[in-house]
């Protein structure tokens, strides 16, 4: 896959949360909501402090899903970004 996001946007593959809870219940597929962390797997330009690799949190309603090589990503503005999973 060869995609640069342009200006100050980020590709984004969201990490997948666990299908169990703590006790072992097991969660089925249309009761979870979709993650709210990624992995960022490409940076724009215009991003200063977030890196390739980098496991990010974000809102939501955030970005926009797009399919590249039948792989689901996010792209989305890097404002959009709460904050870095360290």
Do not use: H
């Amino acid at each position: 896959m060869n995609f640069k996001p342009l200006g100050d946007r980020l590709l984004i593959q969201r990490v997948e949360e666990a299908n169990t809870t703590a006790s072992g219940i097991i969660i089925p597929d249309n009761a979870k909501e979709k993650p709210l962390k990624g992995k960022v797997i490409a940076v724009g330009s215009e991003v200063e402090d977030i890196k390739v690799d980098d496991t990010v949190v974000f809102g939501k309603y955030s970005g926009n899903e797009i399919i590249l090589d039948g792989t689901e990503y996010l792209i989305m503005e890097s404002a959009d970004i709460f904050g870095i999973l360290v």
